[in-house]
């Protein structure tokens, strides 16, 4: 069964980094297109990052643009976003999801997603 688990959220004051991690099972990254979305309490669930089957091309919501970096290590299956300068707005529940083809911004398009972890960005 495919499955994706999420890890790395934490409490972090403004300014801090974080690093989160998406480890698949069941399924081969290297074969999807892999994305990074957000949701905030009360918010509906928002693009932050993704990166192409090949790896080739990267896209950031603007927010974070210059402050987080997607990647992806296919020989341990996973994918990561690295975040830095991190400020309180980007509190919220970080999800990864994977789709077959190309990458998107619509969440409705990603066909397997983690559990979520949580990222608290304290002012």
């Known amino acids: 069964q495919a499955q994706l688990v999420e890890s790395g959220g934490a409490l972090v004051q403004t300014g801090g980094s974080l690093s989160l991690s998406c480890a698949a099972s069941?399924?081969?990254?290297?074969?999807?297109?892999m994305a990074w979305f957000r949701q905030a309490p009360g918010k509906e669930r928002e693009f932050v990052a993704s990166?192409?089957?090949?790896?080739?091309?990267?896209n950031y919501v603007d927010s974070v643009k210059g402050r987080f970096t997607i990647s992806r290590d296919d020989s341990k299956n996973t994918v990561y976003l690295q975040m830095d300068s991190l400020k309180p707005e980007d509190t919220a529940i970080y999800y990864c999801?994977?789709?077959?083809?190309?990458?998107?911004?619509?969440?409705?398009?990603?066909?397997?997603w983690g559990q979520g972890t949580q990222v608290t960005v304290s002012s």
């Open positions: 069941g399924l081969f990254l290297s074969n999807y297109a």
């Open positions: 990166l192409s089957l090949g790896g080739t091309i990267i």
């Open positions: 999801a994977a789709r077959s083809g190309r990458a998107t911004i619509d969440f409705h398009e990603y066909n397997y």
